[in-house]
């Protein structure tokens, strides 16, 4: 069983950044495939970012040139850099860990006020 916990989130008000973190247990953290998703009220959960286990990154249109995903495979965590927020940026943001088997963390809540 694979252990996915997010931190990070928090109140922020928009033009303002945030960086928000992901540990996901296990020796094999190299090979999985790491993802950030958010899901705002009343709305589908939606893909943010995403890095392969090879480093190639994927971004949602809305936040490209705003966002950047890294990981570090040393300290098994994926860093979401979260700069000129916007209040739809707001909502539960959630790591995601795929490897032969897909794990979630709890989520962290980010909203920016307008």
């Known amino acids: 069983q694979v252990q996915v916990v997010e931190s990070g989130g928090g109140l922020v008000q928009s033009g303002g950044s945030l960086k928000l973190s992901c540990v996901a247990s296990?020796?094999?953290?190299?090979?999985?495939?790491m993802s950030w998703y958010r899901q705002a009220p009343g709305k589908q959960r939606e893909l943010v970012a995403a890095i392969s286990s090879g480093g190639s990154t994927n971004y949602a249109d809305s936040v490209k040139g705003r966002f950047t995903i890294a990981r570090d495979n040393a300290k098994n965590t994926v860093n979401l850099q979260m700069n000129s927020l916007k209040p739809e940026d707001t909502g539960v943001y959630y790591c995601?860990?795929?490897?032969?088997?897909?794990?979630w963390g709890q989520g962290t809540q980010v909203t920016v006020s307008s």
């Open positions: 296990g020796s094999i953290f190299s090979s999985y495939a």
């Open positions: 995601r860990a795929s490897a032969i088997r897909t794990f």
